[in-house]
């Protein structure tokens, strides 16, 4: 993971021709610390993605440039866009999601996405719905 100060942020990004991850954090932050397994993780999963960080206390431009506001903040990128971010502990399955569907026309115009989840809400709506025929049987038989 290459390290982008101010001197070097221009040459580095101008070398990238596709999508590319900045992790944001400070050395005082203890959730930048439990993020490294996490960014490790996607680097070796995702060896596509070039995958920099900036250390916000030393390259503060940086984090300006970014409207880095707190940390941990991880920032999707093509050329000069930001296409997607993160502010505070990211689990990695966010963020191989925002990197297998960096391309979505959706995801690049809305900057929205959402994980699948499991829908549990159908049998809770069914028993409700029991729940209340039940009351109406009951109360039109009194």
């Known amino acids: 993971m290459l390290r982008l100060t101010i ?7 101008n070398k990238i021709s596709g999508p590319y991850l900045i992790k944001f954090f400070s050395p ?3 959730p930048c610390h439990t993020m490294k397994p996490v960014f490790e ?8 993605f070039n ?10 431009e940086i984090a300006d440039m970014f409207n880095v506001r707190g940390v941990p903040f991880s920032a999707f990128c093509e050329g000069r866009e930001i296409i997607y971010t993160f502010t505070g502990v990211t689990k990695l399955a966010e963020l191989l999601y ?9 995801m690049r115009e809305t900057g929205e996405f959402k994980i699948q989840k499991e829908e549990k809400t159908s049998f809770y709506l069914w028993g ?3 729940v209340v025929l039940l009351y109406i049987l009951i109360i039109s038989i009194i």
């Open 128 to 130: 409700i719905l029991g």
């Open 7 to 13: 001197e070097n942020f221009d040459q580095e990004i």
């Open 28 to 30: 005082t932050c203890g």
């Open 51 to 60: 995958v920099f960080e900036v250390d916000t206390m030393a390259s503060p």
């Open 98 to 106: 925002v990197a297998e569907n960096i391309n979505d026309p959706h």
């Open 41 to 48: 993780a996607f680097e070796q999963q995702r060896t596509d």
